[in-house]
């Protein structure tokens, strides 16, 4: 029964950086001074992230009502540029384990050849943030991180087999639910009607031309474009690859 159910990635991540977040934020028990933890909000919430984030940076004090995205993208690609200054040696090298561990297992190249280095790594902030934080902030998602290298190992990346794709679209399939009455017929009827009309849409009437244009006023191009999951766009945004 134990491998039968996966432990879910996405609720480990969000549970373990809100935890984090509670502890670095507590106003009598806080790991840091207020004072510091308003300056890391205020560094964070500056942050400029490209249009490949699907939601931009938010002030740390509105953790709790962080989306998943929100949580992964603070302790992936934020947290610990933030937090550097306001923390001792041990305490930021404590969460670099953490953040090391899971890109290693969300990483589709190193997950598996690095995966007892993401292990180590993942153990060792448990065992350590016990020490950093205090014993009560090992709660049951702290503890399960020394446990995703071997679900890693078994079942692939951590995130292709989340049930982050079901949350994101949970929200379409209660919309599609017209009355409490045979709530599956509802929404198989809706899917069923989306994809018909999907189907017949009309296509473009040109060939697909990705064409970075500077000048403006030309007709039938493009003035921006995705490849590969990165945006390129024509505009002097700060937030996209831009041509000079």
Do not use: W
Request: one cysteine or more; charged letters at 20%.
């Amino acid at each position: 029964m134990i491998t039968t159910f996966p432990i879910d990635g996405m609720h480990v991540v969000l549970g373990v950086t809100k935890r984090i977040l509670s502890f670095l934020s507590a106003p009598i028990t806080g790991y840091m001074p207020h004072r510091d933890f308003a300056a890391m909000d205020r560094d964070y919430d500056s942050f400029k992230f490209p249009v490949e984030f699907s939601r931009g940076s938010r002030p740390l004090t509105d953790y709790k009502d962080f989306k998943f995205t929100e949580f992964r993208m603070l302790l992936l690609y934020g947290l610990d540029i933030i937090i550097r200054p306001y923390i001792s040696t041990d305490g930021f090298q404590t969460l670099i384990m953490l953040i090391a561990g899971l890109r290693i297992l969300c990483d589709r190249n190193m997950h598996k050849e690095m995966n007892e280095l993401a292990q180590n790594f993942l153990t060792t902030f448990v065992r350590n943030s016990a020490v950093l934080f205090g014993e009560h902030f090992v709660t049951l998602k702290v503890h399960l991180l020394g446990h995703l290298a071997a679900e890693v190992d078994r079942l692939g990346p951590l995130e292709s087999y989340s049930a982050y794709p079901f949350e994101n679209v949970l929200k379409t399939i209660k919309r599609s639910v017209s009355s409490p009455k045979n709530p599956l017929v509802n929404v198989t009827a809706k899917l069923k009607f989306q994809s018909t009309y999907t189907s017949r849409r009309s296509k473009v009437p040109y060939s697909f031309q990705p064409v970075l244009i500077g000048k403006t006023g030309t007709e039938g191009l493009f003035k921006s474009v995705r490849i590969c999951g990165l945006y390129f766009a024509t505009s002097a945004a700060l937030d996209n690859c831009s041509p000079n």
